[in-house]
């Protein structure tokens, strides 16, 4: 595909429940960012990936929330012990890496935690 | 710490009117600056963006937007709105000499369009 892909569109959960979101990046880049995206809040860095560095997690709301990237390629977003107030839009966006470079953005994944 | 103000939340403009989306910056340094547009059920698309010299930027879309060191502002601009530019404008900023690429986001502003 020649564009950002995250899945599953749409993810509706019980409160307690763990879940795992996926994102599939651009082929070649080597950046990957995920966002959170709450009604009225605008969007939220959450944690960045770049090669085979140490990942940026200063974004991550709590303990709860983790992201792996594997190979450099597909990261998977997991949040633990879903809250209400973690109901969102995730968004996943990857680039060529670096400042400056435009960020491709995912159709993102609609969290509903009831 | 950075910040980005969109004032606007909503924006209601006629067809073929001119559009002006409001975006202002708090930042020790002028950062990098950008404008995403999400439609219904999309990911956001990069409309523009400026790093130095001519502070009046082309986009797509017909958009261009233009950078005011002394308003810390980075207005979006249109000069006929098509209905089809329905949809919500984010403005972003990115710290100039960061190697990390990290965007901060204003709120958005939501655009109607009428026919």
């Known amino acids: 595909g020649a564009g950002v892909s995250q899945s599953p569109s749409n993810k509706v959960t019980e409160k307690g429940k763990d879940v795992e979101l996926r994102c599939d990046p651009i082929?070649?880049?080597?950046?990957l960012y995920w966002y959170r995206q709450s009604l009225g809040q605008g969007l939220e860095f959450l944690i960045y990936?770049?090669?085979?560095?140490?990942?940026?997690k200063s974004g991550l709301p709590s303990d709860r929330f983790s992201a792996e990237r594997t190979g450099g390629s597909v990261s998977t977003l997991t949040i633990q012990r879903t809250q209400q107030e973690d109901s969102a839009v995730y968004l996943c966006?990857?680039?060529?890496?670096?400042?400056?470079?435009?960020?491709?953005f995912g159709p993102g994944t609609r969290l509903t935690v009831l | 710490a950075q910040s980005v103000t969109q004032p606007d939340i909503h924006i209601t403009v006629s067809e073929g009117a001119s559009l002006e989306l409001r975006c202002n910056y708090s930042?020790?340094?002028?950062?990098?600056l950008f404008w995403y547009v999400q439609s219904p059920g999309q990911g956001l698309q990069l409309l523009l963006k400026y790093f130095s010299g001519d502070t009046l930027v082309q986009g797509i879309k017909g958009f261009e937007a233009e950078f005011k060191r002394s308003q810390s502002s980075f207005n979006l601009r249109k000069p006929s709105v098509h209905w089809s530019d329905a949809a919500e404008y984010f403005c972003?900023?990115?710290?100039?000499?960061?190697?990390?690429?990290?965007?901060?986001f204003g709120r958005g502003t939501q655009l109607t369009v009428w026919p």
């Open positions: 972003a900023v990115e710290a100039r000499g960061s190697t990390l690429g990290r965007l901060y």
């Open positions: 082929s070649g880049h080597t950046a």
């Open positions: 930042y020790g340094a002028t950062p990098y």
């Open positions: 990936f770049q090669g085979n560095s140490a990942p940026d």
């Open positions: 966006a990857s680039s060529s890496g670096g400042s400056y470079n435009e960020q491709f």
